[in-house]
Nanobody, 122 residues
Framework: QVQLVESGGGLVQAGGSLRLSCAAS????????MGWYRQAPGKQRELVAA???????NYADSVKGRFTISRDNAKKMVYLQMNSLKPEDTAVYYC????????????????WGQGTQVTVSS
């Protein structure tokens, strides 16, 4: 069983910063892509940022230059540093990972965290 647990959400004023963390645990052989998604009320879940095991990154246009994704492969963690936050960044943020579990075979499975609320006040 693989679990992803996020932390670091909260309430911040516009222009402020938050750092989200996500820890992966369980029967993990390898983690490929890790990412952060968000879902605002009444909207679809959208990709915020993703990072490969080789630390190539991809960002949504709306967060480029403000957010930075990073990971620590040894600790099985992914982070999202969010600066210059805007009210439109308010959403539940979800950690996501493509994991190859321990055991026979080389199949990859997608796992999600439970989400952490980020609220940016104007």
């Amino acid at each position: 069983q693989v679990q992803l647990v996020e932390s670091g959400g909260g309430l911040v004023q516009a222009g402020g910063s938050l750092r989200l963390s996500c820890a992966a645990s369980g029967a993990i052989f390898r983690i490929n892509v890790m990412g952060w998604y968000r879902q605002a009320p009444g909207k679809q879940r959208e990709l915020v940022a993703a990072i490969t095991s080789g630390v190539s990154t991809n960002y949504a246009d709306s967060v480029k230059g403000r957010f930075t994704i990073s990971r620590d492969n040894a600790k099985k963690m992914v982070y999202l540093q969010m600066n210059s936050l805007k009210p439109e960044d308010t959403a539940v943020y979800y950690c996501n990972a493509d994991v190859v579990p321990l055991g026979p075979g080389n199949s990859e499975y997608m796992y999600w965290g439970q989400g952490t609320q980020v609220t940016v006040s104007s």
